[in-house]
């Protein structure tokens, strides 16, 4: 009668963070775990350097896959003063595919249709996974500021904004006013950054004088019309963006008497 064999030593359980290295190192990791990791730095990102004008919503992130993002009216748009609140959406697959981003309440601008979506080539046809949510939001609140002309959904707005400005401009603050005034205080996380974006600031009207500005660097030195005269060809909103961001500075807080 033949000896049994040793029962196996049990072994140790594996806690579920140590499961999901292990799957990690080992290339078992899903495509949503990764999708998930990558979101969670973003948002610290986020948190820590908001882009200008931008802020978390007003609820904490729950979900890694859909939040809210605030975004406050850039000061010298029709938009100053207003305070817009941005569904955030994440494919399971990203970043090989794009978020989905909308406006939840309604904005009266070219770029922007009745469902909240802004038109970006960013996020169909020229979507890289080396962007993040903090340029996203870049680029929303550079096409707030700043059109862009050759890619309108409401081709009336696209319109009205080129031939009569003043009126796109009475519209788009009306609207501002009535959809977007309310005011919403966000929820920042114990390590979050508060106050790096600048707070909203009645509207300085662009109008006959912001045109002025323009055509009279147009018609300057001969360097300076060949720049324009790329920059008016340049259909890159990231190009767009980035001299957006060199425009900007953050504000100055004074906290004595002179």
């Given at each position: 009668?033949?000896?049994?064999?040793?029962?196996?030593?049990?072994?140790?359980?594996r806690s579920t963070a140590a499961a999901a290295i292990?799957?990690?190192?080992?290339?078992?990791?899903?495509?949503?775990?990764?999708?998930?990791?990558?979101?969670?730095?973003?948002?610290?990102?986020?948190?820590?350097?908001?882009?200008?004008y931008c802020r978390p919503g007003a609820t904490p992130v729950t979900d890694?896959?859909?939040f809210e993002v605030v975004i406050d009216g850039p000061a010298g748009t029709p938009y100053a003063g207003g305070t817009f609140p941005v569904d955030v959406w994440f494919p399971g697959d990203y970043p090989f595919r794009p978020p989905k981003l909308f406006f939840k309440t309604k904005v009266y601008h070219p770029n922007i249709d009745g469902k909240g979506r802004m038109a970006l080539d960013v996020l169909r046809d020229y979507w890289s996974p080396a962007f993040t949510i903090n340029t996203l939001l870049l680029a929303f609140v550079s096409v707030l500021f700043d059109p862009l002309l050759d890619h309108p959904v409401n081709l009336d707005i696209a319109q009205q904004y080129k031939?009569?400005?003043?009126?796109?401009?009475?519209?788009?603050?009306?609207?501002?006013?009535?959809?977007?005034?309310?005011?919403?205080?966000?929820?920042?996380?114990?390590?979050?950054?508060?106050?790096?974006?600048?707070?909203?600031?009645?509207?300085?009207?662009?109008t006959a004088a912001r045109r002025k500005a323009a055509a009279s660097s147009?018609?300057?030195?001969?360097?300076?019309?060949?720049?324009n005269g790329l920059r008016a060809k340049d259909k890159s909103i990231w190009r767009r963006t980035v001299r957006f961001v060199q425009g900007w500075s953050p504000p100055v807080y004074f906290t004595g008497t002179s």
């Open positions: 009668m033949g000896s049994e064999p040793p029962a196996a030593a049990p072994q140790p359980k292990a799957r990690r190192l080992a290339g078992e990791e899903t495509d949503a775990a990764r999708a998930r990791r990558r979101i969670a730095r973003e948002l610290w990102e986020f948190w820590l350097d908001p882009p200008p890694h896959f859909h031939y009569e400005y003043e009126l796109y401009e009475k519209k788009a603050m009306a609207s501002t006013q009535k959809y977007s005034s309310k005011p919403i205080v966000s929820h920042y996380p114990p390590y979050a950054v508060i106050g790096s974006t600048p707070p909203a600031v009645p509207h300085i009207p662009a147009a018609s300057g030195s001969v360097s300076s019309s060949r720049c």
